[in-house]
């Protein structure tokens, strides 16, 4: 009887290790629109984001990443096919990226070949796409308001989606994110028992409309907010394509003209702690969760924002505060804990990474390269830089000190972030930095695909549905 309750017992221990994968779940958080108003990456003196600054330190910050698209649309399609906007021809939030992603094994497709469940809910790509293409179970995405909001006219601009309010009768839990959140938890808790699971989570906020419970307001008295520096002549040194990138008389003017600026810093530093909120969800989650001690957790934002630097707001620009966006991967047993990483990166680091941390092989496409070497040892030898497109033919780069403009009509910005961060002295000019540009200039592309054809129905339909339009 003895005899029979062990091998009893050592059938039921053989077959939790047969249930265990040998590959390590990935959690795989994406945020819209958070730029740099993160507590440890220091872009804003007042911002409270202790989640997101504690899984800063369970692995390694990237302190210096950035998009290769300033726009949702192109820096996700980028990002999770391994191609730049040059090579599938995505540029702009009206290019379809699945037609410019036709024939390119993306992201998901790579693991989900090599054994992963993938499953995914809210903002991945940038349309509310179900197509099994990409993953075995899809969660919609959330709305960008809560249930029975308008979708625009708080805050007396008129300016459609660049809108804010203090909801005093939405409690967290009403939010659209908050309830995402609770379906990935539950999905972490649940794991598949034969597979690992790679459980993508696309966060919509803090995405305009900056609509959030009142109690994240309340942690940001208006009188003690600190706004941009922003010099009246930024513009002045800027080639025309920039001014145009920039469009001072838009957003800028209006905010100026209604005396709102800190309003909307408010807006959106509230909005920012209730996403954070949200990451700590998700990492209570993760360490509840069977498998939770080896899970990869891996966290990026799409783009930057400006909040009136360069008299700009919103994303769409090559300067810094488009482009650059927290990213952060910790990777047990593989990343550093808690140590930073200045290097310049940009988000085509992000599919061969991953492979690389799960041992899966690199697909022969993939324009980035790994991180994992700076994941062990982010202060390593690195002489690789950043590259941003925004639309066919504009490029910036950025090294670990310089960021390098050049537009299509060859005219060009230089900025050195160790003397002017937040770029308002442009250089180029400068007949000393000649060798400098010329080496930055090599990491811009050589050729560039035509664009992808728009979205079907074009503008119009996705302006009327909030798809795929100007802000989205
Ligand atoms: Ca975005
Ligand atoms: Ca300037």
Redesign the pocket.
Known sequence: MRAYATLLSLILVCGACAAQPSRPDILFVAI??LNDWVGHLGGNPDVRTPHLDRLAKRGVSFTNAHCAAPA?NPSRAALMSGLRPSKEGVYTNNHDFEVGLKDTLTLTEHFRNNGYRILAGGKIYHHNKAGQRYWDEYQERPELVPSGKPKAGFNGLNRDQFDWACLDDVAPEDMPDYKLVTWAADRLADPPVDRPLFLCVGIVKP?LPWYAPKKYFDMYPKDKITLPKVPDDDLNDIPTIGIKMAKPDGDHKAVIESGKWRDAVQAYLATITFVDDQVGRLIDAVDRAPRGKSTVIVLWS??GWHLGEKHHWR?FTLWEEATRAPFIIAAPDISKVGVPCGKAVDFLGIYPTLCDIVGLPLPGHLQGTSLRPLLENPDGSWDRMALTTHGRGEHAVRSDRWRYIRYHDGTEELYDHQTDPMEWRNVAGDPAHADLKAKMATWMPKEEVPEAPKFEGGDKRAKRKGRGGVEE
């Open positions: 819209d629109d949702c995405h799409d783009h994303k």
